[in-house]
């Protein structure tokens, strides 16, 4: 009796165990098409092993950190995903991967730590809430800095590829699409998938601009495209 007691325990104590296993999902992201985000995704999920992390979802996606949040379906999908169903932590390679734009960046670790789920950054070995699920202060702010160095460093970037392009037609070069080029229907269709989305909606083309930040002449050409 005593035996089949023991038994018993251990295998209640288990089941609840495994029903307390932290649910964490993985985002990763490149920024052009041809790279490949499969790295991040092999050391976020090793890690996650190592924790006894259940990962319930991934978001992936190739699109430049310079885009806002808005445009970032993937990043959007998460964000709809941690508000809807519960989850424990969001687990990232590093914090450029979020965003390369300081205030996209906290905007996106505010929301998600108003939801009680922490954003956990590999490469930094930093965690936004403590196990209490209370504010993680030096992570907070550790990673505030970091999100303004992306952020610096991407302006510098850009800074460095005006002067180049600068002195390049200073010097008779040419920049820019050949005459008569046009993306392909599905090149469209790939880069746009949330304006498209909002535009099968019938939301008008100011509005849809608002939304994503986006030329309303290219979401007449996304219209046009659908119709």
Known sequence: CFLLFFYNYIGNFLIILKAMKTRVCIYARVSSQVQCYE???????????RMNYEV???FTEKISGAKTIAERQALTDLLDFAA??????????????ISRRAIDFLQVIEQLTQMKVSVYILQNGL??????????PIAQLVLGIIGQFNSM???????????GYKVYRANGGKVGRKEGYRKSDEAMRAQYIKEMSLLR???SLRNVQSITGTSVNTLRKLREILN
């Open 127 to 136: 965690e936004t809430l403590m196990a209490d699920g209370s504010v993680n």
């Open 153 to 163: 460093e991407r302006s510098l970037i850009r800074s460095r590829m005006s002067s």
């Open 201 to 203: 909606k019938g939301i």
């Open 56 to 58: 319930v979802r991934e």
């Open 39 to 49: 790295r991040q995704l092999v050391e976020l999920r090793e890690y996650a092993e």
């Open 84 to 97: 809807t169903n519960h989850i424990d932590k969001v687990l990232v390679y590093e914090c450029s991967r």
